[in-house]
């Protein structure tokens, strides 16, 4: 027979565990925006590079010009990489400075971080090799002494970089983070 007093107990149960999986998705939500944010900040420069090196150097180009149509394909390899920028920009500016938590709760972080990045990873992966080996051939059929040759050096180099963070993400294993300009953002090299 049971009791008023095991009633009661068996709701404080519940709710202990309701407060747990509260907690438990919290710090997996903010593992997530964390991630978000630090992949914001590290391709932020050499995708900026990057886009920016493909329109100064169509500029200079003709429309029918074999190396303009070479540039204008290579932009659109870089299409998904700048929407997926624009995806991870937009939750990085709704970072908050996270609560402190547990131990055992930092390890949902990880799990969110590394669902954010796994996921980034497969989105770009494929992209980000096609623009990085496109631009090295770009570099490779301009002539050493083309004034624009040093332009393709810059795009070829913010393409390596980026395909370089995006290769990392894969290998996270630890939660570390870095003190950033609201809070703490996730530490991509830190944590493989």
């Known amino acids: 027979m049971t009791g008023k007093l095991d009633e009661i107990l068996a709701e404080i149960r519940r709710e202990d565990m309701d ?29 900026g590079v990057t886009t920016g090196r493909v329109q100064l150097l169509q500029m200079g180009l003709e429309q029918d010009d074999i190396l303009y149509q070479d540039l ?18 937009k939750v990085h500016h709704s970072l908050e400075p996270a609560k402190k938590l547990d131990d055992k709760i930092t390890g949902y972080r990880l799990q969110g971080a590394k669902e954010v990045a796994l996921a980034v990873y497969h989105e770009l992966i494929q992209p980000a090799k ?43 294993k630890r939660y570390s983070t870095m003190p950033y300009v609201r809070g703490r953002v996730f530490n991509i090299g830190g944590a493989c």
């Open 19 to 47: 407060a747990l999986n509260r907690r438990t998705g919290e710090a997996k939500s903010y593992g997530r925006r964390e991630m978000a944010a630090a992949l914001s900040h590290e391709l932020g420069q050499p995708v």
């Open 72 to 89: 204008t394909r290579l932009w659109g390899q870089l299409e998904p990489i700048l929407e997926v920028k624009g995806r991870l920009e």
């Open 130 to 172: 096609g623009v990085f080996g496109f631009s090295k051939y770009l570099l490779d059929v301009v002539p050493e002494n083309d004034s624009k040759r040093h332009s393709f050096k810059e795009l070829k180099e913010g393409a390596e970089r980026t395909l370089k963070i995006i290769e990392r993400l894969p290998h996270v």
